[in-house]
């Protein structure tokens, strides 16, 4: 079946504006996990959903961060104000069951690389 | 405190030499779980295998290979005949329960290999 997919794959944006992301999980999976990768870093988690609920948020960065999860399927990642700081690759996974499901597996997205200039 | 350690930054290798990539994990649970993942140029992390806590045998895929210890709290990646398809980043994450209850996957920062023709 078809796998985690994101849109748009490129995003440049101008200092102050406002993006939104979007992710696709793998149909069927309850839980979505968004990640950021900085440039030659490691992945830094921000939001997990279970459901269309978020119980863990404790990675957002600022309040200028913000996700949803719709009808237990899609997400969006909505960065205001955006900062030339918030440049970086922003990943999305999914698992089939997520929370409690320590042995899950995260399946991820190709990403959408932000610019923000 | 850092919970997932991949000490070696980079790596670069001949082909056909044999690689050995390190992992060391840190966790007071007793179930949890060990991942690698493959991101290469193109940018999407792949999947590559799950370790679960009980589980010390030894596995080997093809040209892969990993090694568990738990005395060390490792869990390294043998690459044995590398080929220049290898170059990649690759991530080792460690999967336990948070304070929540629920699945919280932490990654390593990547081990960047470069296999030269």
């Known amino acids: 079946g078809a796998g985690v997919s994101q849109s748009p794959s490129n995003k440049v944006t101008e200092k102050g504006k406002d993006v939104e992301l979007r992710c696709d999980p793998i149909?069927?999976?309850?839980?979505l996990y968004w990640y950021r990768q900085s440039l030659g870093q490691g992945l830094e988690f921000l939001i997990y959903?279970?459901?269309?609920?978020?119980?863990?948020k404790s990675g957002l960065p600022s309040d200028r961060f913000s996700a949803e999860r719709t009808g237990g399927s899609v997400s969006t990642l909505t960065i205001q104000r955006t900062q030339q700081e918030d440049s970086a690759v922003y990943l999305c996974?999914?698992?089939?069951?997520?929370?409690?499901?320590?042995?899950?597996?995260?399946?991820f997205g190709p990403g959408t690389r932000l610019t923000v200039l | 405190a850092q919970k997932v350690t991949q000490a070696q930054t980079e790596i670069s290798v001949v082909e056909k030499e044999d690689v050995t990539l390190d992992c060391v994990y840190e966790?007071?649970?007793?179930?949890?779980?060990l991942f690698w993942y493959k991101q290469p140029p193109s940018g999407e992390l792949v999947f590559l295998i799950r370790?679960?806590?009980?589980?010390?045998q030894n596995e080997i895929s093809g040209r892969y290979s990993w090694n568990f210890q738990k005395s060390t709290s490792s869990f390294n990646f043998t690459i044995t005949a590398s080929q220049v398809v290898d170059s990649a980043v690759y991530f080792c994450?460690?999967?336990?329960?948070?304070?929540?209850?629920?699945?919280?996957?932490?990654f390593g920062t990547g081990t960047k290999l470069q296999v030269i023709p």
């Open positions: 996974a999914s698992s089939l069951k997520g929370g409690g499901g320590v042995a899950d597996t995260q399946y």
């Open positions: 149909s069927g999976h309850t839980a």
């Open positions: 959903f279970q459901g269309n609920s978020a119980p863990d």
């Open positions: 966790t007071r649970d007793t179930t949890y779980y």
């Open positions: 370790r679960n806590s009980f589980d010390e």
């Open positions: 994450a460690l999967s336990e329960r948070n304070s929540g209850g629920y699945q919280k996957v932490t």
